[in-house]
């Protein structure tokens, strides 16, 4: 199984409901890297504040990387400053990695003031998206949201793999795959959780069998960055 959905009970509210604003961060499993406490701490209280009851913290980029690949989260968090060029390579490692369990993961940076050519790295190497701190919950709220409910669908081209940049990737350019959400998928299947989990599951094998298709058309297995 790729994600845990858990038994917790809950009470029953309709996909329409859970879609339009109702609390779903109760089902999230959230992946937090940081080397800096103290934005550790901040981040965590943040996360719990909203709802968060599932967030692993990781200090170093190894520990993130293992963790994206054993205990996929539904949202991973990621401070620049472990690493500026080592996480963005590994970003670009996770998007075409086939040992991967999903390399659709959301994953957003967190950057305290990351110049222009920082921040046009991290988006050309797969993430969905850059955060600047400081940020309140309530941001970290709506971008959350932006992302899990208007997720990007995934794009692959000569040099590219990841969320859809209309300034770099349009969908006539390579292969477009609709969004993979887990999260997306818990909340719409809060009702019967089990069936979500074998909707996400089967649903992720057939894009990762897309993926590896398109890969190997376009040369991409051993793409280079």
Not at 19 to 27: K, R
Not at 75 to 100: T, W
Not at 156 to 163: F, L, S
Request: aromatic share 6%; glycine share 6%; net charge neutral.
């Amino acid at each position: 199984m790729l994600y845990q959905s858990g038994s917790q009970s809950s009470e029953v509210s309709g996909q329409n409901q859970a879609i339009s604003g109702e609390p779903f961060y109760d089902l999230a499993q959230v992946l937090v890297c940081d080397p800096v406490a103290s934005n550790r701490t901040a981040t965590r209280s943040a996360l719990y504040s909203l709802g968060c009851r599932y967030i692993e913290i990781t200090g170093s980029l190894r520990d993130f990387l293992e963790a994206l690949e054993n205990r996929p989260p539904d949202l991973a968090l990621c401070e620049a400053q472990v690493g500026e060029s080592e996480l963005c390579h590994a970003i670009r490692e996770l998007r075409r990695s086939e040992r991967s369990y999903n390399p659709f993961a959301i994953i957003i940076v967190t950057a305290w003031m990351p110049n222009a050519t920082l921040a046009e790295e991290i988006l050309h190497s797969g993430a969905d998206g850059l955060l600047l701190r400081p940020f309140s919950a309530a941001i970290l709220d709506r971008r959350i949201r932006t992302h899990v409910m208007q997720q990007k669908p995934f794009v692959v081209t000569d040099e590219y793999i990841g969320p859809e940049r209309r300034a770099m990737a349009r969908p006539s350019s390579g292969l477009t795959l609709g969004p993979l959400n887990s999260l997306r998928i818990k909340i719409e299947g809060r009702a019967n959780p089990d069936e979500a989990t074998r909707r996400f599951n089967a649903e992720l094998r057939v894009a990762c069998a897309k993926l590896a298709h398109a890969k190997q058309q376009r040369g991409l297995s051993r793409l280079r960055d």
